[in-house]
T-cell receptor
């Protein structure tokens, strides 16, 4: 299957700082990527849809000014958690679809675990 | 909200077939059934998907009832590495819509 890579895999930061997480499609191009968040023992929750060359679409309850999404190329989307606080500690996961494939399956990154002290 | 219902947990003996059920009684005509699994602390892994015909690949088989209101994912010979949370998701076939995850089924494969 297609490969989606996230970086960093884990990050620890101090409260009030900003953290950037990268999501790359390694062997395909993706016009759309999706960002999810997962708290311990819970399911994945969709945060936003990242569209190449345009503004992201955020789910209800997700602050767009806090979670900045940039999708500047067909292989890279970034999520920046601004002024992070301990409640932002979570597992962040991105997914993407190969725009050149006929199937609709989405492929997921390995996830990025954020811990805010 | 998720459009599927799955049992919260199941056990399966190693080497036996694991049959994971899913109800999706409100599925519409253009929606596919997708199955993903998530091993602890990893991103979800695509398993299989189908519209109305049964599907098989190297990982699993997907059996969809004729009325499409339910389906079963079959892992033919479960191993300890198949222990994971399995998610059944219905999604339109447009391809650019996200996956909406429910709570899934936690499958424990026991030696």
């Amino acid at each position: 299957g297609a490969v989606v890579s996230q970086h960093p895999s884990w990050v620890i930061c101090k409260s009030g700082t900003s953290v950037k997480i990268e999501c790359r499609s390694l062997d395909f191009q993706a016009t759309t990527m999706f960002w999810y968040r997962q708290f311990p023992k819970q399911s994945l929750m969709l945060m936003a849809t990242s569209n190449e060359g345009s503004k992201a679409t955020y789910e209800q309850g997700v602050e767009k000014d806090k979670f900045l999404i940039n999708h500047a190329s067909l292989t890279l989307s970034t999520l920046t958690v601004t002024s992070a606080h301990p409640e932002d500690s979570s597992f962040y996961i991105c997914s993407a679809r190969d725009r050149g494939a006929s199937g609709g399956e989405l492929f997921f990154g390995e996830g990025s675990r954020l811990t805010v002290l | 909200d998720a459009k599927t219902t799955q049992p919260p947990s199941m056990d399966c003996a190693e080497g036996r077939a694991a049959n994971l059920p899913c109800n999706h009684s409100t599925i519409s005509g253009n929606e596919y059934v997708y199955w993903y699994r998530q091993i602890h602390s990893q991103g979800p892994q695509y398993i299989i998907h189908g519209l109305k015909n049964n599907e098989t690949n190297e990982m699993a088989s997907l059996i969809i009832t004729e009325d499409r209101k339910s389906s079963t994912l079959i892992l033919p010979h479960a191993t300890l590495r198949d222990t994971a949370v399995y998610y059944c998701i219905v999604r339109s076939g447009s391809g650019n819509t996200p996956l909406v995850f429910g709570k899934g089924t936690r499958l424990s494969v026991i030696a």
